[in-house]
């Protein structure tokens, strides 16, 4: 029976769920997450592998063990799991759906179903605003109203994807498509080439002479499900990963309408099309058409936004939040670029909960031309990531010391802390520490969901903190599951503009926090922003492009940030 790489994923990611709330021992549940991970990331039909290679073929699968094979066997020959009819006896299936309402557990699950009999999101709520949990054990009027709270997040979900599980997959597809015999020009087009934080399917803008062999090869490459549509212009196939894309393939001669029309928004091609109209003109993915039927064909997007009498229009920024108006003003802002970025001034080491030492990270951040490192380790309230004491604080300056010899002048080493912003308001370090140090990071991390008023007041008052430099991450939200703490924006902000407090844009893609509007409305306001991968791995690195493209959104130039800027820029900066 034929099973797509997902489908057979979401089985064993339920089987770990089902496991977790059973509370049965952590390698269980792992090995399961493993292989549904690894089987969603395939770049191929599992159904083929298995077919050409049986069980033994599936051991080449990363994360896929005798165990797990024999269950992908039994899955694709039978279209039934055992094993997870006999957890299901045991835990009911039901209760997996509670484990995407935010801060909920499967412990607290496991409670809640053998408390009060509760299977589904519905029968949770009924009970919570009952006020039947609140008499739990390990619960009260808190925990009652944070887990409404919860499922009310939960319902304004858009069921669209993290850019950043989406991007990388994306870009694969358009760089195969490159590849492909006849094709002059592929783009993405859509939510995805304008960076929005959340995404839905992927489009893919392609130009070529010969559109049938392009869609031919497009909808059976090895890496598709399902055909969805397939036409003379324009197809949509389903990814095994569960992803789908839609391609359109255009002449290279109308490929600049195509992509602009595709690339959206949809308010900032309304806007061009009734700009069109003034000048006796109409226009569509295929052209700008004359009155007479004529044709004005554009090649490239440039050509578009010439024929209007505009210069071309960054795709972050066409929303129609004003870019029109400035484009036609000749204002439009000269967008920071990843060449800017000069400094990482968020990072975390072996220290803390970082897998890098200074030394190894110091010579990752020079790989890439940075120019300045802060090392931010944790501060020690947040027991789980291993933060420091003073006293380690102290050592780890030894360590510091001996890697700034090292690297010489090539790179100027900060020694900072990220540093708790406690839920009583107060700094997880003394003034005295944080004077000390050569640059703080101040973020929020727990009690994130308390009343708007209480929240904003932490913020602000590590804001005026005269040691903070930086505020980390705002909001603290985690995309898509975990909505930031309800601040109030025009407070924060005001706060930072009074103080010079740079505010974060955390590129870490489950992040971008600051988001967009926030950062345009920061920089309006003259406030400096601050872009970090909030490193942990040097992977995390690579992820600077989405703090940047985050930045880009919100209209931010170079002059805007302070990583863009010298040692003896920043240096001076902090000392101020």
């Known amino acids: ?148 709270s919860g499922i009310e997040a939960l319902g304004r979900r858009s069921g669209r994807l993290p850019l950043g599980d989406v991007l990388p997959f994306a870009l694969e597809q358009r760089d195969w498509i490159r590849k492909l015999p006849g094709v002059k020009a592929a783009e993405l087009g859509g939510s995805l080439r304008r960076m929005r934080s959340t995404v839905g399917d992927i489009d893919l803008l392609v130009g070529a002479k010969d559109p049938a062999k392009v869609i031919a090869a497009y909808i059976s490459a090895p890496n598709v499900a399902r055909v969805m549509n397939q036409g003379t212009v324009k197809s949509s196939v389903e990814y095994h990963n569960g992803m789908r894309s839609q391609l359109w393939v255009h002449q290279p001669e109308r490929y600049g309408t195509a992509l602009q029309y595709a690339t959206g928004s949809k308010d900032h091609n309304v806007k061009l099309r009734e700009m069109a109209l ?61 060449k800017h970025i000069k400094a990482e001034l968020h990072a975390h080491t072996t220290w803390s909960d970082g897998e890098l030492s200074v030394l190894e990270l110091a010579q990752e951040a020079k790989k890439r031309g940075y120019k300045i490192l802060a090392i931010t380790d944790h501060s020690p309230s947040i027991g789980l990531v291993n933060g420091l004491t003073f006293e380690r604080l102290k050592e780890q300056r030894k360590e510091i010391d001996k890697v700034r010899k090292k690297m010489g002048e090539d790179l100027l080493i900060l020694q900072g802390a990220e540093v708790e912003i406690k839920a009583d308001a107060t700094l997880d370090y003394p ?24 929240v904003t007041e932490r913020l602000v008052a590590a804001i005026r903190n005269p040691h903070v430099d930086i505020i980390g991450h705002p909001t603290n939200r985690q995309l898509p599951d975990r909505e930031g ?18 505010l974060e844009i955390n590129a870490n893609p489950r992040r971008l926090d600051l988001d967009d509007v926030q950062a345009r409305r920061a920089i309006e306001m003259g406030i400096k922003l601050s872009i970090n991968c909030d490193t942990h791995t040097a992977d995390y690195l690579d992820w600077l492009h989405f703090g940047v493209a985050t930045a880009r959104r919100g209209w931010v130039t170079p002059a805007d940030v302070i990583n863009t800027w010298t040692p003896k820029q920043l240096q001076a900066w902090l000392k101020s």
């Open 1 to 148: 029976m034929s099973m797509t790489n997902k489908e057979l994923a979401d089985i064993f990611t339920l089987v770990a769920q089902l496991l977790e709330i059973k509370g049965e021992v952590i390698y269980k549940t792992l090995a399961y997450r493993r292989a549904a991970e690894s089987i969603t990331g395939l770049g191929r039909d599992i159904n083929d592998i298995w077919k050409q290679g049986g069980q033994k073929a599936l051991l080449e699968i990363p994360g896929v063990g005798k165990a797990i094979a024999e269950k992908i066997d039994e899955l694709l020959t039978t279209g039934n799991l055992e094993y997870l009819e006999k957890v299901k006896k045991e835990v009911p299936g039901e209760l997996a759906t509670l484990l995407s309402i935010p801060d909920l557990g499967p412990k607290k699950v496991r409670m809640l179903h053998k408390e009060l009999g509760i299977l589904t999101i519905e029968q949770l709520k009924a009970a919570a605003e009952a006020g039947k949990l609140r008499d739990l054990a390990g619960m009260g009027v808190k925990s009652e109203a944070k887990i409404l």
């Open 278 to 338: 003034d000048i006796d003109l109409s226009l569509s993915d295929q052209s700008f058409e004359r009155k007479d039927g004529s044709e004005l064909l554009c090649a490239t997007e440039e050509e578009v936004y010439k024929v209007l009498g505009m210069p071309y229009i960054p795709p972050e920024i066409r929303e129609n939040s004003g870019e029109i108006q400035a484009a036609l003003a000749g204002k439009l802002p000269k967008l920071i670029e990843e």
């Open 431 to 454: 003034d005295e520490v944080l004077e000390w140090l050569d640059i703080v990071v101040a973020s929020l991390h727990v009690s994130v969901r308390q009343p708007r008023a209480q």
């Open 485 to 502: 703490a309800d601040l109030d924006m025009d407070v924060v902000l005001k706060a930072a503009a009074e103080t010079g407090t740079a």
